[in-house]
């Protein structure tokens, strides 16, 4: 009998290592080095490229007006990148991981509006008022969720705010689109012809995606398949995810592999009708 109990021990815990390990230290290991690369390639040349994996280049700032980019100010001094979706003149939406990690706390936001690059040009506005969901988990990502209050901004054509998904579809099946500022491949650099990019991506079910992720999915996660290569990558947390045709907002970029973007396997979102509510107690 105890040799039993001890075989099942080691098949279980042999199950729980199967499972993918997600990226939970964002700042140190993404954010802060990808943030110097864009800078610099910004410094170099016009910034008109791609980074979602597998993705197309955004050439016209009315395509997305309502993502956000964030340059985040760290208190360790130190510069990182995010994104976040406009929901309001006021008010946006973004990971909370990207306002605190276990190993880093942000100091303050430069959320960029109506540009397609992270460190000039655009509506540029500073700010420290950010609510983090009170359920966050910085250890399994769970409720990676936030609120952003900025002063208003005028909205255009350029940038505009994105409605929020509600009820209970759970868009599985269905086609939706991604975009961000991160990488274009694992292991890859920041190239002088890349800025804003976006791609078109199919939702996948909870428990396909709980093969890949194990017990970090819960009911509040809506993921992707990342098939053929394509998904959000490295700094592209905090982003949107959005319907085919872009006029509602169904996740926040929150996870992926620790292992990279292009292992054709799911990446994770907030899902956004799951928490409708809060968000607009909010705005």
Same mark, same amino acid.
């Given at each position: 009998m105890k040799l039993s109990l001890v075989a099942l021990s080691c098949l279980l815990l042999a199950a729980a290592n199967a499972y993918e390990p997600i990226e939970l230290? #964002?700042? @140190?290991?993404?954010?802060? +080095?990808?943030? @110097?690369?864009?800078?610099?390639?910004?410094?170099?040349? /016009?910034?008109?490229?791609?980074? !979602?994996?597998?993705?197309?280049t955004v050439s016209n700032l009315g395509e997305w007006p309502f993502l956000a980019g964030l340059v985040i100010t760290l208190t360790?001094?130190?510069?990182?990148?995010?994104?976040?979706?406009?929901?309001?003149?006021?008010k946006l939406v973004t990971a909370a991981h990207c306002w605190r990690t276990g190993n880093a706390q942000a100091r303050q936001f430069t959320v960029v509006l109506g540009s397609l690059r992270l460190f000039s040009g655009g509506t540029r506005v500073n700010t420290n008022r950010v609510e983090m969901h009170s359920s966050y988990n910085m250890n399994s990502l769970a409720n990676d969720i936030a609120m952003i209050t900025i002063n208003r901004v005028n909205l255009n054509n350029n940038i505009?705010? !994105?409605?929020?998904?509600?009820?209970? %579809? %759970? #868009?599985?099946?269905?086609?939706?689109?991604?975009?961000?500022?991160?990488?274009?491949?694992d292991g890859g650099s920041i190239s002088n012809n890349q800025a804003l990019s976006h791609a078109r991506v199919q939702v996948i079910t909870n428990d396909v995606c709980r093969r890949t992720f194990g017990n970090t999915i819960q009911s509040s996660t809506l993921c992707i398949s990342g098939a053929n290569g394509i998904s959000t990558c490295s700094? /592209?947390?905090?982003? +949107?995810?959005?319907?085919? %045709?872009?006029?509602?907002?169904?996740?926040?970029t929150s996870f992926g592999s620790a292992r990279g973007c292009q292992r054709n396997l799911p990446a994770g979102f907030a899902r956004v009708s799951?928490?409708?509510?809060w968000i607009r107690a909010r705005m």
């Open positions: 230290n #964002y700042h @140190e290991n993404v954010g802060i +080095p990808k943030a @110097e690369a864009i800078r610099q390639a910004e410094l170099a040349a /016009d910034f008109d490229g791609s980074r !979602i994996v597998g993705g197309s360790t001094g130190q510069t990182s990148v995010c994104g976040s979706s406009l929901l309001s003149a006021t505009n705010t !994105i409605a929020l998904a509600s009820g209970n %579809n %759970n #868009y599985a099946g269905t086609w939706a689109r991604a975009a961000g500022f991160g990488l274009t491949r700094g /592209d947390s905090g982003g +949107p995810l959005t319907t085919d %045709n872009r006029n509602t907002l169904i996740g926040v799951s928490f409708n509510s």
